[in-house]
């Protein structure tokens, strides 16, 4: 099944706060950037993605996801992830109501687009399809249609409140366990974790080289 993608990333000194006592702000900036480039990158090899939004309030990240052909949406503020995801969606089903949607936080820089194909291929009108974390019990991927009125509850834990509410509204929930999309970078042991990993692009390139704090 063929699908849209939404990406929602927030950049700024104030991006990464659990990786402070580990990466400068411009550090953690330039991590965020990286990121979401090597996400747009696997994107656009992934035969199966209509078009990709990119919703931010962060400009750097609004140019660099329009550099990618990426379809813009820039918030006011930073706000909250489930907030942004919320707006950009409702703003995406005014116009395709019907269109599939796969809901991505931007720190997922192992983003496998075979992985992502599983993902869209298992959703359906009355299904949605959810890979988890693996460190938090959070979520790193959302399918389901632009217009189901879901309550998204993305961060730690939010696997387990995702799966309770598609039984609460009747829907159908697929669980993908794929290790790309599971992978997110919020801890400093997801940091350390990163810097020995293949398969990262401009991300991996980008922190093998910095010196960080113990």
Same mark, same amino acid.
């Given at each position: 099944?063929?699908?849209?993608?939404?990406?929602?990333?927030?950049?700024?000194?104030?991006?990464?706060?659990?990786?402070?006592?580990?990466?400068e702000p411009e550090q953690r900036e330039?991590?965020?950037?990286?990121?979401?480039?090597d996400m747009l990158a696997a994107l656009a090899a992934c035969r199966t993605v209509l078009r990709t939004f990119v919703t931010t309030p962060t400009p750097s990240?609004?140019?660099?996801a329009a550099r990618s052909g990426?379809?813009?949406?820039?918030?006011?503020?930073?706000?909250?992830l489930n907030a942004a995801f919320d707006r950009a969606r409702r703003r995406i089903a005014t116009v395709q109501p019907d269109v599939m949607l796969a809901l991505l936080p931007g720190d997922l820089p192992r983003l496998d687009p075979a992985e992502l194909e599983t993902c869209l291929e298992a959703a359906g009108l009355d299904r949605l399809v959810?890979?988890?974390?693996?460190?938090?019990?959070?979520?790193?991927?959302?399918?389901?249609?632009?217009?189901?009125?879901?309550?998204l509850a993305f961060g730690p834990g939010s696997?387990? %409140?995702?799966?309770? !509410? @598609? &039984? %609460?509204?009747?829907? !159908? @929930? &697929?669980?993908?366990?794929a290790p790309s999309l599971g992978f997110d970078v919020d801890r400093p042991a997801d940091f350390d974790a990163l810097r020995t990993m293949s398969g990262c692009g401009a991300t991996a390139e980008l922190v093998r080289g910095w010196r960080v704090a113990a």
């Open positions: 099944m063929r699908a849209d993608v939404l990406i929602a990333v927030r950049g700024g000194p104030g991006a990464k706060s659990r990786l402070a006592g580990r990466l330039a991590l965020v950037e990286a990121m979401l480039a990240l609004a140019r660099r990426a379809v813009v949406i820039l918030e006011r503020d930073a706000g909250d959810l890979a988890p974390a693996w460190a938090d019990g959070g979520t790193g991927a959302m399918v389901l249609r632009a217009d189901v009125p879901f309550p696997f387990g %409140k995702h799966l309770a !509410s @598609a &039984r %609460k509204l009747g829907l !159908s @929930a &697929r669980v993908v366990r």
